[in-house]
């Protein structure tokens, strides 16, 4: 049996103006594809109820479900509601919850008078709210024997619901309309797609594995799908599959999924017990900034200095004003003197540290811009690393934070020899 | 006389399953918006030959011209010439001055077969290439009397095409159907979207005036179009209604279009000669990473500390140990230490320095997560502001940043009588 066909629609004139980027439709895209399902078609379309109806009506007759963002707040340019009562023939009411529940928080919202919020519900009839008790707006509609699901185009609220309650509705709507659906993203940096692609290549995999492959800057994606009713085949093929690119790409592979450079070199560090600190230069805090994103990173991340100026070069690392003139702010001398630096300033277990030219301006012949110097200190040794990246000021940056971020991983997985594999990475989903 | 119409296909697997964020369409809109033409609809469908003839036609019935980007290339999964060719009845014949160009360069490209690589000269009769000296795919056909271009899905080679060909030949398609158009974001904040509504609804702008809200965490967006034949009427009402919003709205407007908080800070500090130095805690490191995103931002930031851990904030900022111990890192005479000391340490003008409970751990009643102070340190005096910013772990550190560039920038503003208002930052376009 087919999987269920499903399509999605954006509304909003900040989107068909281009002023504001779509990652709402391909969040649920994602979401959507790995639970089994398929998406027929994602439309984007402005503020227009006409415009609203006729996607509405075009997708009922042609997929099984369909997803509907934005258009549903309290401002005169949101015309979700209107448009679906009159193309779908359901004139709006009052949703008595929403309603109560906005009454019961005017208190809280004082600044805004009543009627505007009350616009929030009224609801084409038939319609569900799918979180009445939130502030959120949101609802299911059932048409033609087909769920249709209203959310707000706000992202954060939008992927609540979609987690939420989108996604477990559907499941129970029509089981059978699922494929099982194996599926990983390989996270590969300092190797070019082309070798990727190579080295894949080199497998002979079955055709029944789907590959592919999508440069997300500065990483590589590897894309690997197995779809079966058959759940034992597609699952063991999976298995195997998952296998053979670990052992061809090693290394190179950082993570995988929804993993980040920072997540994995945290769980390193904190495996290993050890602390970090960090001196930047050209990345400005970029380092740092992702070291932080994760809870709990105060495990293993002591914080650092951002020594964009010599001054604090000098005040804060003990870089010597000599070395600074003798070599330059760029410089394998100044890298390493950083890194030493901020790690027994610190005393942390390992100092990283980078400076470089991030450009436009500041290049030379015998430097040019994207010339990057990382230096990492630890109680064993210190060694540091020259690079020439390409690009402009924000991907020379990028660069600089991903490859300080890699040396740090690369350095930790062969501390010691019971180290996590990338391949042992792996098993947790069988 | 309306506008053209335009309608915008993208095409790929990668795009419908959500692994690839559709960034081409985006671009593609927001370039042939500002240019004048009215974008219909943006759709993005899977690598199906059918679905793909059915959406070119679809769109030729109800639209002046055509966009379509991706499936271009030479791998098996590149299927949109074939899909043309059926759909619009036009059997693809080999373009010679590519295959000639193909067949020039194959010494560069060895790895590749000839024949995968003559796939790209194979078009759909009619087609003129856009670029055949270039190694880069793309070209237009006009069917129908319309024009529909085609282009890559590689967003750089995509954006050139779009910029350097498309552009140029749709301005030369159909002059009149190009409407003049005046567009303005206001930036905004620290002001709710429904007070931004209210205020902006009682100017009671001319209908011909078109306003959109944009809640853009933790911003909201406010859009100004207006558009229209005689150009004189579009242009003064466009200039007395950016004026009215700027005074109604007064520096809660921070910036225009493409403006960034940090590119509004940075240009004050540049504009009075000052310096600043940041410590920051619950942040770690974002504020200066956003600080040095601009080129050139040197000029007037020092850099500063992520002080992460206490030991840091002793070590670096010289606030005392008693003082962390009787009050917390999290409190208001903690937030003055760390401004007042790095202040004093980088030899800056101003010291910004922000500690808080970014969560999901870390709260308790006396503070929950998501209590921040922010203290500003400068010659002539200091001051701690405390906030309870609601949200996750991400969504406080951004309003952390967020808030404590906006209060340097409102210091800056009122530093010196002759500031640059919001007002003066509508002139540059008249």
């Not at 997300?216 to 197995?226: G, N, R």
Request: charged share 25%; glycine share 8%.
């Amino acid at each position: 049996m087919a999987p269920m066909k499903i399509e999605i629609i954006a509304i909003g004139d900040e989107l068909t103006s281009g002023r504001i980027l779509n990652t709402t439709s391909s969040f649920a895209a994602r979401h959507l594809f790995d639970a089994g399902y398929d998406i027929y078609a994602m439309n984007t379309i402005g503020d227009s109820p006409r415009l609203i109806g006729e996607a509405l009506k075009r997708a009922l007759s042609r997929v099984d479900a369909v997803l509907v963002t934005g258009g549903l707040g309290t401002t005169d340019d949101d015309l979700t509601n209107e448009a679906v009562s009159k193309a779908l023939n359901r004139p709006t009411m009052p949703n008595l919850e929403i309603l109560s529940n906005i009454r019961a928080h005017l208190d809280e919202i004082t600044a805004n008078p009543v009627s505007d919020l009350e616009k929030l519900a009224w609801l084409p009839s038939g319609a569900e709210a799918l979180n009445p008790q939130s502030q959120m707006a949101g609802y299911q509609l059932i048409h033609d024997d087909k769920p249709i699901f209203f959310l707000p185009g706000v992202p954060r609220q939008m992927r609540h619901l979609m987690i939420e309650e989108v996604l477990p509705k559907l499941s129970n709507w029509h089981e059978d309309h699922r494929l099982t659906t194996y599926h990983r993203i390989f996270r590969i940096f300092n190797l070019p797609e082309t070798e990727v692609n190579r080295q894949i290549a080199s497998l002979d995999l079955s055709t029944d594995v789907h590959i592919g492959y999508y440069p997300v800057f500065p990483e590589v994606h590897l894309s690997l799908t197995v779809r079966d009713k058959k759940n034992n085949n597609a699952k063991r093929l999976f298995k195997s599959s998952c296998k053979a690119i670990n052992t061809v790409l090693g290394d190179s592979i950082y993570g995988i999924d929804r993993d980040s450079m920072e997540k994995i070199v945290g769980n390193l560090l904190r495996s290993y017990n050890l602390r970090l600190a960090v001196a930047e230069s050209c990345t400005g805090g970029l380092i740092c900034s992702r070291m932080t994103d994760s809870p709990g990173s105060s495990d293993y991340l002591l914080g650092g200095v951002v020594s964009y100026s010599n001054a604090l070069k000098t005040e804060y690392l003990g870089v010597s004003t000599e070395l600074l003139d003798n070599k330059g702010a760029v410089s394998r001398e100044v890298a390493e003197a950083m890194a030493v630096g901020v790690r027994e300033r610190t005393k942390a277990d390992i100092g990283l540290a980078v400076t470089g030219i991030a450009g436009p301006s500041g290049g030379s012949d015998a430097k040019p811009v994207g010339t990057v110097y990382i230096a990492i200190a630890t109680d064993e040794e210190n060694w540091v690393s020259k690079f020439n990246f390409p690009g402009n000021r924000k991907q020379v940056r990028e660069l600089t934070a991903q490859s300080g971020l890699d040396l740090i991983r690369k350095y930790l997985l062969r501390r010691e020899s019971h180290f996590l594999s990338p391949a042992q990475t792996c098993k947790e989903v069988f």
